[in-house]
Nanobody, 113 residues
Framework: QVQLRESGGGLVQAGGSLRLSCAAP????????MAWYRQAPGKQREFVAR???????NYADSVKGRFTISRDNVKNTLYLQMNSLKPEDTAVYYC???????WGQGTQVTVSS
């Protein structure tokens, strides 16, 4: 079973920052564009950001200018730097290997007002 392992979630005050990480097997990371999604309580899972192997990225309007997606193709790790966090960013954050369709188990981010 392919495992994508997210880490870095936690509790932060509004205006604060967190950096999420997602480690993947090389066999998956090297052939996939990667993405972050999130799911707030009672809501559908939604797209946050994606990045190609070459580093091209795009973002949901709700996080544009505050979040930065990046990847380290040597460490096989995906990142999401989240700045200026808002209470509405509270959700479980998941990484996704886009081409293969593998999801991580999620990491909780809670932003207090």
């Amino acid at each position: 079973q392919v495992q994508l392992r997210e880490s870095g979630g936690g509790l932060v005050q509004a205006g604060g920052s967190l950096r999420l990480s997602c480690a993947a097997p090389e066999s998956i990371f090297s052939i996939n564009a990667m993405a972050w999604y999130r799911q707030a309580p009672g809501k559908q899972r939604e797209f946050v950001a994606r990045i190609t192997y070459a580093g091209s990225s795009n973002y949901a309007d709700s996080v544009k200018g505050r979040f930065t997606i990046s990847r380290d193709n040597v460490k096989n790790t995906l990142y999401l730097q989240m700045n200026s966090l808002k209470p509405e960013d509270t959700a479980v954050y998941y990484c996704l290997a886009l081409n293969s369709g593998y999801w991580g188990q999620g990491t909780q981010v809670t932003v207090s007002s």
